[in-house]
């Protein structure tokens, strides 16, 4: 099955480090691209700007990036569908984490909600190391402060389970049926309605078991035209 997407639709990944992001983002847009799907993968400019500088960055330079991450986002909307390898969010719950600083929350947030599908990648791969990342012990915190984010916000996500192709197929199955749910409202006459997806009833909630309970529930759902997801 092949999602409906109009051009300019963002489908987001958020997550902490080492939790599949890239792999995902790549995976998702070989895939909308084989069904014929104009799509565009923006990467993430927090890493790019590491790299280049050979340094992270200090708390007077993380705005910037997270203009920049936006910036790009925003560009490539305008010739089709993004998937976005993190957004601006992302730098917010970083600067928040290492220099308490949330003063990037509203700007990042703002341009999240223009985003259609949030995808939040879970902890329950690996931690594979490199010279750019803090270390295992930071994921659970920046976890935690996404979905914190998120659901202060009011702003609907899918969490993402498994590994290698269980975990494309899982998000290829929440983007059809968040991109089913919009559909869903414009039948119904809502034409300004946003696509709707989903979250746990308690932010900080962690449980593989509980999150993978929740989710194969709301596929089931998705399947059973009177237990429709968009109700979530």
């Known amino acids: 099955m092949t999602p409906a997407l109009p051009a300019g639709c963002v489908i987001a990944l958020l997550g902490a480090e080492s939790t599949g992001k890239t792999e995902l983002a790549r995976a998702l847009v070989q895939r909308l691209r084989e069904r014929g799907i104009a799509a565009t993968l923006v990467t993430e400019y927090l890493r790019e700007w590491c790299e280049r500088e ?123 049926s968040i991109a089913g749910s919009e559909g869903q409202a414009r039948a119904r006459g809502r034409g300004d309605a946003k696509p709707t997806s989903w979250s746990w009833p308690c932010e900080k909630c962690s449980d593989p078991e509980c999150e993978h309970r929740l989710f194969s529930d709301l596929l089931g759902r998705r399947d059973n035209p009177s237990n429709p997801s968009s109700e979530i």
């Open 54 to 176: 050979g340094r992270t960055p200090r708390p007077d330079e993380q705005r910037a990036i997270a203009d920049e991450q936006t910036r790009r986002i925003d560009a490539a909307a305008a010739s089709g569908v993004v998937v976005a390898d993190t957004t601006a969010l992302m730098t917010a719950v970083y600067s928040e984490q290492l220099f308490g600083d949330t003063s990037l929350y509203a700007d990042a947030l703002s341009a999240q909600r223009r985003y259609a599908i949030t995808l939040l990648t879970a902890l329950d791969i690996p931690w594979v190391a490199d010279a750019m990342r803090d270390g295992d012990h930071a994921r659970e915190p920046t976890d935690t402060l996404v979905r914190a984010a998120l659901s202060g916000a009011g702003l609907s996500f899918a969490v993402v389970h498994g590994s290698g192709g269980e975990r494309l197929s899982n998000a290829w199955n929440a983007i059809i």
